[in-house]
């Protein structure tokens, strides 16, 4: 082999070199871009997971704070229910015993009975309160 065949063998060996080098160096750029790739689908993935979650926990906490104001309302209901049937009986009650006491009591001034029952109500036991 004279020197020009050696010249041109080296030549193709450097460029054969020189493809392999640069045929590396992108399989490395796109390894490391699909790392890159991979790891921002795994990271929204999650970060997706996450708000996923928090928005539940929020829409969960808010049927909470409902459902105990719903209870609550409930309750002041049924207070206020159980109150005025006590009222309604103690009324009931007065009334009867009222009207027993004086159904019994002799016939006395009408100015007096007047006098008692506008200022000076009974209790159920037809005491004056």
């Known amino acids: 082999m ?3 065949q050696q010249k041109q063998v080296n030549e193709a060996a450097e460029k054969f070199a020189e493809a392999i080098k640069e045929s590396y160096q992108a399989l490395a750029d796109r390894s490391v871009s699909a790392q890159e790739l991979n790891a921002q689908l795994t ?3 999650f970060n997706g997971v996450i708000n996923n979650l928090r928005g539940q926990a929020e829409s969960n906490r808010a049927l ?3 459902l105990i104001e719903q ?6 209901a049924s207070q206020a229910l ?3 049937s006590l009222n309604a009986y103690t009324d009931f ?3 009867m015993f009222s009207f027993a006491q004086r ?3 002799p016939a006395g001034d009408p100015r007096e009975e007047a006098w008692e029952e506008s200022e000076h109500p009974r209790d159920f036991e037809g005491r004056f309160t």
């Open 71 to 76: 209870q609550r309302k409930q309750q002041e």
């Open 64 to 66: 909470a704070e409902d």
């Open 2 to 4: 004279d020197q020009e």
């Open 103 to 105: 159904s019994t009591q």
């Open 93 to 95: 009650l007065n009334s």
């Open 43 to 45: 990271q929204d993935f």
């Open 82 to 84: 159980t109150q005025e």
